[in-house]
């Protein structure tokens, strides 16, 4: 399995960033797929997950409303598309798959976790 974070950058506040997410493996057997994040010094937060069978979608509350979420099964390819970004949204982004039935919010339902991508957002 495979993982590979791109679309990172250095963006303004209230500037745009789209981060995508291209998997390789045995997709069919995930549950979903999510993104973290973990800014310097602070631990890895849940951001955004979504189920790769359905596209149900879950969210922070600190990103809901800002962050959307989606899929491409064809292209075993899941993208965040991060809007109104703040400074506090700085961080690298990571994806991984859900392998168990766990909580979606809950880094330990993942598993190969990419190297991430750095967003970074002045003010």
């Known amino acids: 399995v495979q993982l590979q974070a791109s679309g990172g950058g250095l963006v303004q506040a209230g500037g745009s960033l789209r981060l995508s997410c291209a998997a390789s493996?045995?997709?069919?057997?995930?549950?979903?797929m999510g993104w973290f994040r973990q800014a310097p010094g602070k631990e890895r937060e849940f951001a955004a997950a979504?189920?790769?069978?359905?596209?149900?979608?879950f969210y922070a509350d600190s990103v809901k409303g800002r962050f959307t979420i989606s899929r491409d099964n064809a292209k075993n390819t899941m993208y965040l598309q991060m809007n109104s970004l703040k400074p506090e949204d700085t961080a690298v982004y990571y994806c991984a798959p859900k392998v168990v039935s766990g909580n979606y919010d809950s880094s330990g339902s993942y598993a190969y976790w990419g190297q991430g991508t750095q967003v970074t957002v002045s003010s």
């Open positions: 493996g045995r997709t069919s057997s995930w549950y979903g």
């Open positions: 979504i189920v790769w069978s359905t596209g149900f979608t």
